[in-house]
């Protein structure tokens, strides 16, 4: 009969361990759901083994029930099932006595198996033989196993203890716990397991849960098992498992094999732990260490890590080398500040130390450092400080921006900025629409802006002056879209005072260098106030020279027009003064751009102190240069000065000396009443020169009047010369005349004939004497515009010819001979005698300078025009001579050679000119003389004479 064992209804999982338990030994259970049930059926049945639940809410009267049928009858073994989360519940046993022994929930079939194969083995027939026969050993022996059970108790308290703690760190890390045999098969249902896999015990029992691993794995999970089946060791593998939502985790096994008392495995115990999501993270990690790697080393920016105190480099990537020059080995180790510029040390140590102070330092401007070949370079450093979990600086790292290219480029263009500032040009840049983006300092000045902030939005038109803005529009705009770039003179203006300056101007299109793109537009300006005003002085000089040497017009009304001429370009007001015979020196008018203010200035002279003026006058005279009076500074010498001053308007004044060979003849002041126009060197050259041209003409004025009234009294004493000469010769020649007339020839004899010889040359010298005169007197009456002509109707050609017979004696004389030919008759309205005066002064010459050479004459008429030529083979006359020969007094012989007056061919001339003829002559040297008159047969008309290549001679 299969011994019984008596059972509280227990859970159902401590239930089916329990019963798969004694099924397994043979007992036969019998479940009873109450102490008093259990207390009735152990008084009237036999049972092997009672099984008593320490943990059940009525164990208490449990455990009195079974003390009560251990009394009566002897008590079955015990198994006492205990709770390893409260071993108090072990304390009921205390109560009990007999053959016990425990089982620790969760419970585990074949531990259940042994303890109770050990229980049991001691049958209910041995105790009842030893409680017979044996009671006072017996009692020893309870004694001595209760010591003995308290000491397993006091051990087993630890135990469970620590078995306490291992449960709830196992719950805590979610492990799937496992039980194999030693040969690796599962015969034992795990909770844990199923509940990870979803599974069933039939599911993964023997070698079951192999199928459960991933089948990559597989093969491993083997070999690892081989190994540790061939010789016991802990075991650990990794691989994955298929959880219950069909998912493979990542699972990290461990195993240890129990030995049991023959030394041999007796099962393998062990869990699982789900590593994915940690081996994900690891993987992660790894992979952005990676990332963090290949970063640093690849970064095209140095970097390096840094030891926060000592600051020396601990990592370098490869760039910060490259930049450097330094090896890794060279760099790693070295203080990071010997990478520093020794003139930035100071700062590169406070950086660090701020860093790590816990100032937040984003990015540094750029540092100056130095490269291992000593060549500065700048670098840009971004650091950020790392720190432990305890916030302990850990290291700093930098990334380091090689900007030495950059800071150059800023250098260089802080260089181009400075110089650009610096020029004396102005230099603007404006964006593609004309809006100013930059005018250098010349040009803020020019335009009266104060700063580069007032540069911002003007337009070029802004910058132009209103009447020149047109250019702008229709010329420079036109032109930089045709040509890209306008250069021209413009004026510019002052937005402050609205004044317009003068510039030369170059607009040009800014392009990009690469994409050649417009991105701007450029302007260069050069202020050109002074060239202007140099061109301003030079055409006022060159003017003023003209003026002063076209026309010999009197002194005074040479300076008044330099004058007027000053007042409307360099001067505002020009004033001249002249010293009067007497010494003194007299105000000339006044010329004034307003020409109403002239008559104002004008008044305030004639009242102002004349001490001002003489000191004036002295300090011109002795100084010899121009004097400069800065009116502003000029202390007026009393009210009327004063008025003066005010009166001129003036803000400066020049004034210089007019000096001709070493006298001051007088002097010329100009003013100016533009404060802007502030008389300089310049201009006090220019003075010096207009004075030194001024002073020439005055000079040059007051010697031709000079020479006019010598010319004039000369002409006057030949006209009265002449008159009294010819007084005495008329009653001379009548006298000669009645003498030979009257001349006794037969009392004389031979004599008579040399006195009427003597005579006949003194009626010559007379006649030649009468000419002379009546030359002078002709010249005195031309002079005075006094020459008459007396037309009738003349026959040139009978005229001529006539002459030509006159002529003939002198004409022996002089070993001549004189050819005539002339037309029948030639007809015109002329005055006969000085027609006569004409051919006979042409005759007289040809025979007098081509004497013993042939003398032709021709006399002919054609259009209008009669035509008389006479001419000779004689000495002929040079070419710069040929007109100067028609002017009074001229000649072109030596006076000891030839006797004259040089008065003939200026009669000549007046004479056929009054006809509305010409006279002009053709000569060589040597090579005889051709005087050619013409002479329109109407005589003299109201038109112009057409003679004009025979300059007049200035009327006196
Ligand atoms: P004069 O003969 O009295 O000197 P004229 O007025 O007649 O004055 O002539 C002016 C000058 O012209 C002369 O002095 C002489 O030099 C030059 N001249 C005039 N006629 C001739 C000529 N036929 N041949 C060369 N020279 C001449």
Known sequence: MREKVLLPRLGAEDGACLRSALTVLGREPVEVETAEQAATLLREESFGLLVLDTEAEDSAAWTRSVQRAMRERGGPALLLLVSSERPEGRLLTEALSGTLAYAVRPLSRDAVVRTLRSLLEQGPERRDDAEASLASEWKAELRREREVRATVEGRLRELLRSEQRLHALLEATTSVMWTLTPEGSAVEPSVSWEAFTGKTFAEYRGHGYMNLIHPEDR???WKDWAQVLRRPTPYSSEYRLLRHDERWRRMLSRGVPVLGPDGRVREWVGWLVDITEQRKHELALRESEEQFRAFFNLAAAGMAQVDPVAGRLLVVNAKLCEVTGYSAQELVGMNYIDLVHPEERPQGSAGLARLVGGDAIPAINARRWVRKDGGDMWVEIAATLLRDESGRPLRVLAVVQDVTARKHAELERGRLVSVVESSPDVICIHDVDGRALYINEAGRGLLGLESLAEVQGLSVLDTVHPDD??????????????EGRWVGDLRAVNLRTGKAIPVFTQYFLVRDSESGQKTGLGCISRDITER??????????????RLLASSLADETTLLMRVAELAASSVATCCMVSLIQPEGTPRWLEVAHRDPSRASHVQQALREAPTPAWTALFDALSTSGQAVLVDIRETRALGPMHRALLEAMEAVSVLAVALTSRGHVLGIIVFASGDPDRLYGD??????????????????????YAQAQRAIRLRDEFLSIASHELKTPLTPLALKLQGMKRTLPVESLGDSAERMRADLELAQRQVRRLAELVDGLLDVSRIRAGRLQLELELVDLSALVRELVERYEPQAQRAQSRIFLEADPSILGRWDRSRLEQVVSNLLSNALKYGAGRPVHVRVSASGGTARLEVRDEGIGIEPQSLHRIFQRFERAVSERHYGGLGLGLYITRQIVEAHGGCVRAESA????????????????????????????EPAS
């Open 925 to 952: 040297p040597g090579q005889g003389a051709t005087f050619t008159v013409t002479l329109p047969l109407e005589g003299p008309s109201e038109v112009e004479s057409p003679c004009d290549d025979v300059p007049e």
């Open 682 to 703: 310049e201009d006090r050259g220019m003075a010096e020169e207009l004075a030194y041209r001024a002073a020439a003409a005055v000079d040059i004025a007051r010697l």
């Open 469 to 482: 803005r047109r250019i702008i529009e229709q010329e420079v705009f036109p032109a930089i879209e045709r």
């Open 532 to 545: 202007k005003r140099s061109e301003e002085r030079l055409t006022f000089l060159t003017r003023a020279s």
């Open 219 to 221: 093969e491993g999970v």
